[in-house]
């Protein structure tokens, strides 16, 4: 998180700092789109998909399993990539929970 003192923040707020951060490239969000509009583990479609160098792609995967939201597994000589789905539950729940704090205050906000 930069130059930002992560110890202030508690271990929540944090967490979805972090994973809000993965999802902070478009590149990120149309490898997961792809993969949510797949339903399946995908190896060498995304770098005809995105039009996007392999290397490129390699280290957004890398983003986006770092954080957990994605997993691979090796089979011969590639990796196939899938949602990791007990983290995108978490993840969901927890954008789920700071979503439901906004209570609308109609025309009487600012």
């Given at each position: ?10 271990s929540k ?98």
């Open positions: 998180m930069g130059i930002t003192k992560t110890d202030l923040f508690d707020q944090n967490e979805l700092a972090i994973v809000s951060k993965a999802f902070a490239h478009p590149a990120r969000v149309a490898i997961v789109q792809y993969l949510l509009k797949a339903n399946a583990c995908i190896n060498g479609d995304l770098v005809s998909e995105l039009g996007l160098a392999q290397a490129t792609i390699s280290q957004h995967l890398r983003e986006l399993k770092d954080v957990g939201i994605i997993q691979g597994s090796i089979e011969g000589s590639s990796i196939s990539y899938c949602i990791n789905p007990s983290r995108w539950l978490q993840i969901r729940n927890m954008l789920n929970e700071l979503f439901d704090q906004y209570k609308d205050c109609g025309d009487n906000c600012c």
